[in-house]
């Protein structure tokens, strides 16, 4: 056998127009044009849909390409391929990182048994606006909650060794400050500080780094004027040099030509030189050959660049076993969800469920004897699998009113027929509510569809679409018990009805298994443990809200009314004890509806915390690794069985920039049985207390002085002083 070449000697061995054609993945190609791709030495392609398919253009490509160099294949599995996991938002939800990391290692093995070798996920753009139909891709408000889901995917995804054939390579997407766009429309402009650029949108990338991603994607954003797929400074001196990223820089689809409509590059050419130039590694979409000839003229892209990017290239393939194995078993391949990935999609969806409210105990559903109606456009609808799926995923099992009927053969459960999610129908409506007062409790199965979040799917109305609101009233006005259960890609405002629904059960889009998921939780056979990774506002007006904003002049103490007017006290203006002057709206109470973190249990617990040592620590010992312990002690109150999320926020009292009010550092989900209790430690170090100045070269400080810590539920605190003391020498 010809003994294997190393990247470099491949490299050394390459023509201008071989290596350019290594650096792209084509977008969507039928199936003549992927064979013609492989055999002119493209560098990667999209999965052809079957494994016999991607073994035939692997041999292309090995045997008939100058070089032989098998290819890379790529596949957007962001939450499974076949078996489908709850979205990455809803996954966020469970504050349990082993539901991404379960999800992520079932989505490779199933992926790679099929011949995709590199996914474009996690996304894990920091998202502060839920008109943005993205942020149900990524996992929510909270930079250090991307942070660490973003970890156990991509740990999930590569495993121990790329080469095993249950694993495939990491995208984190993308970079950098896309889920900024103004006015949450996608692929809008962004303008975002050097302080939150540091310390919110780069956080998670960077732990990414840290761990290892193969690979990460540039963002069709700008940011400072400079569109990311030709910055410089973001994409080389950032990722690259600064955190050593060592992987690929892919462009998202289309994102190099679009520097001409940016209007930064005059042709597609100038596109192509500026943003291999900037350190982008791998065009997606778009072309830098026209047929085999290059569209950038030999010599003008820096030698040394495009060879760096070929090696990174190269070096994927080798990290992922390609060169000595391209094939797979074609045999072993899978091709739909099996007993044991269902049933992993089922628990893990059910953690991420989030129990809003639940006033005198609607939820959950007694076991017999109850006269069960479910209505509204999720009571028979299957439509649960979330924004980023393909036409090959496994759709949902089971609706809920099936799922309910199966778990409660003791009762009467019936659904109505309803409205859809768009429509109006007052006839349906009356008929619903004269249904529910012959029931004993009434689910309703609210939301919005699938396509109603995800990429171009902006929405500049936060309420559910339809007359699905006139639903929840006119149930409301039944004087039957009732909760309502609602799928979302998003949060959403709930006000106009909240006040009227006994009970809110939040079940995102929950993938395959939804509909079981959903009963199980229902039905008590699962107690819903999770918590909102993304605040629920009042007002779509509040939009972008985030509970870790920083600390304005003028925080206010209570809520706007209208009522509240300004009081008459001519020109010389109102008195300081008045809330006046501060920042609110005039319209509408403080804070969000639902805030980050917040969810409720069947159950009760009781948090009680002490720190394991004096609350005052020295720099330099922080330096050294120095980390704080916090323990908390959860007591189950109730007589249920269950699940609560420790959560610690940190806040520095004292900076020489404006910190944000609080911040979480460390969380931990504690299963404890009713009357029980247990121990949570959780940890404060270096890392927690600091931030990026505005002076880029300072970089990463923790200045020295007070510091509040919270740990809690996410909803009450106990609060501790924690003193940070200048270095000792
Ligand atoms: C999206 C990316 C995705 C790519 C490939 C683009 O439109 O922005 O997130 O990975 O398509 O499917």
Redesign the pocket.
Same mark, same amino acid.
């Given at each position: 056998m010809k003994p294997l070449s190393t990247p470099e000697q491949i490299l050394a061995a390459m023509t201008y127009a071989e290596k350019l054609a290594q650096l792209q993945i084509v977008w969507r190609p039928d199936s003549t044009e992927a064979g013609a791709l492989a055999r002119n030495g493209a560098g990667a392609l999209f999965w052809p849909a079957t494994a016999k398919a991607t073994n035939a253009l692997q041999r292309t490509a090995v045997e008939e390409s100058p070089h032989g160099i098998p290819l890379l294949i790529g596949l @957007?599995v962001v939450h499974g391929q076949f078996t489908i996991f709850p979205t990455p938002l809803a996954q966020a939800a469970s504050f349990d990182t082993e539901v991404a990391a379960a999800d992520a290692r079932l989505s490779a093995r199933e992926a790679r048994s099929t011949g995709v070798n590199w996914t474009?996920s996690p996304m894990i753009d920091v998202s502060r606006d839920p008109r943005w139909g993205r942020v149900v891709e990524g996992f929510g408000e909270d930079p250090y909650l991307n942070a660490v889901f973003g970890e156990a995917k991509i740990r999930g995804y590569q495993g121990d060794d790329l080469s095993s054939s249950t694993s495939i390579a990491a995208c984190a997407?993308?970079f950098v400050g896309y889920s900024a766009a103004e006015g949450g429309r996608d692929y809008n402009s962004t303008d975002i500080s050097v302080q939150r650029l540091r310390n919110i949108y780069l956080e998670p990338f960077k732990v990414a780094v840290t761990a290892g991603v193969a690979s990460v %994607?540039a963002s069709f954003n700008a940011v400072s004027g400079v569109p990311m797929h030709a910055n410089r400074e973001m994409l080389t001196d950032v990722l690259k040099n600064e955190w050593g990223h060592n992987g690929i820089v892919v462009a @998202?689809?289309g994102g190099v030509g679009e520097l001409v409509e940016h209007g930064v590059a005059a042709n597609a050419s100038d596109a192509g030189r500026l943003a291999l130039s900037a350190g982008l590694d791998v065009e %997606?979409g778009g072309s830098l050959l026209s047929g085999n000839e290059p569209i950038i003229r030999e010599g003008v892209l820096d030698p040394a660049r495009l060879d760096d990017a070929v090696l990174r290239v190269l070096r994927l393939k080798q990290a992922l076993g390609l060169f000595e194995n391209p094939y797979v078993d074609e045999s072993a391949a899978a091709t739909g969800p099996d007993e044991a990935s269902l049933s992993a999609a089922r628990a893990t969806a059910a953690r991420c469920t989030v129990l809003l409210k639940n006033h005198a105990a609607v939820l959950p559903l007694k076991p017999r004897g109850q006269r069960v109606l479910v209505v509204g456009p999720y009571a028979e609808s299957k439509d649960h699998l979330g924004a980023w799926v393909q036409y090959f995923a496994s759709p949902t099992t089971t609706s809920i009113v099936e799922s309910l009927t199966a778990a409660l053969p003791g009762s009467v459960v019936t659904a109505l027929p309803s409205a859809t999610f768009f429509d109006s129908d007052p006839g349906l409506q009356a008929e619903a509510a004269a249904a529910a007062a012959e029931a004993d409790l009434v689910i309703v199965a609210v939301g919005e569809p699938s396509t109603l979040s995800g990429?171009a799917s902006s929405r500049s109305s936060l309420n559910l679409p339809g007359d699905q609101e006139e639903l929840i009233r006119a149930i409301a006005g039944s004087g039957t018990p009732f909760a309502v259960v609602l799928l979302t890609g998003r949060p959403l405002v709930v006000s106009e009805w909240i006040d009227q629904c006994p009970a809110l059960l939040v079940a995102w889009h929950l993938g395959t298994e939804a509909g079981k998921a959903i009963s199980d939780v229902l039905t008590g056979t699962v107690n819903p443990g999770g918590k909102l990774p993304m605040s629920f506002p009042r007002s779509v007006g509040q939009v972008p809200i985030y509970y870790n904003h920083e600390s304005t002049g003028r925080p206010a103490r209570t809520g706007g009314s209208l009522a509240h007017q300004r009081p008459d006290v001519g020109l010389t203006g109102p008195t300081n004890t008045d809330d006046y002057f501060k920042s609110k709206y005039l319209d509408l109470e403080l804070g969000p509806q639902f805030g980050f973190g917040y969810g409720l249990s069947y159950t009760s617990f009781e948090l009680e915390s002490s720190p394991d040592q004096a609350l005052s620590v020295a720099l330099d010992g922080l330096r050294a690794g120095t980390r704080l312990c916090f323990t908390t002690i959860v007591r189950n109150t109730g007589t249920r069985d269950g699940d609560e999320v420790v959560q610690l926020y940190v806040s520095d009292l004292l900076a020489s920039v404006t910190r944000p009010v609080r911040q979480l550092r460390g969380f931990h989900r504690v299963f404890v049985p009713a009357g029980e209790e247990r121990r949570v430690t959780l940890t404060v170090g270096f890392d927690d207390l600091g931030f990026w100045t505005n002076d880029a070269h300072a970089g990463y400080i923790v200045e020295p002085g007070e510091f509040r810590i919270r740990v809690g539920d996410g909803l009450s605190f106990q609060e501790f002083r924690l003193t940070v003391t200048p270095p000792s020498s």
């Open positions: @957007d474009f997407k993308h %994607m @998202d689809a %997606m990429e």
